[in-house]
């Protein structure tokens, strides 16, 4: 097993990694709209907070030796189910091999943001 970590994404504020490979798969911690560089979220709107996570999942899975195309499923949580439509705007720009995915409204997430998103890919590390 290989922890992936990288200063591209927010830091795990916790006790887990950032991602982990195992078996040639690549399974993500959700990520956030942090901005790694301000350690804030700054993006107030959906789009704008599913742009950050995409940047950021982006960059876990390339420290991982994965992609976006070779994700196989997604996980997607989000504050309120009246942006699914603006969320998957974003999302679909990133994930167009569309990999299987689960979408679920929650309560509340991490710093309050709208939205958090987990990925399990192939990975060639």
Known sequence: ????HTDRAP???GPY???????????????IAINPATNTVEAQDIKGQTEQIMK???EVLRTAGSSFEKAVKTTCYLADMDDF????????KYFTSLPARSCVAVKTLPKNVLAEVEVI????L
């Open 56 to 58: 950021n999942l982006g």
């Open 1 to 4: 097993m290989i922890k992936i």
């Open 11 to 13: 830091a795990a504020v």
């Open 121 to 124: 890919a192939e990975s060639s």
């Open 85 to 92: 439509a603006a969320f998957n705007e974003v999302y679909g």
């Open 17 to 31: 990694s950032q991602a982990v490979v195992s078996n040639g798969m690549v399974y993500t911690s959700g990520q």
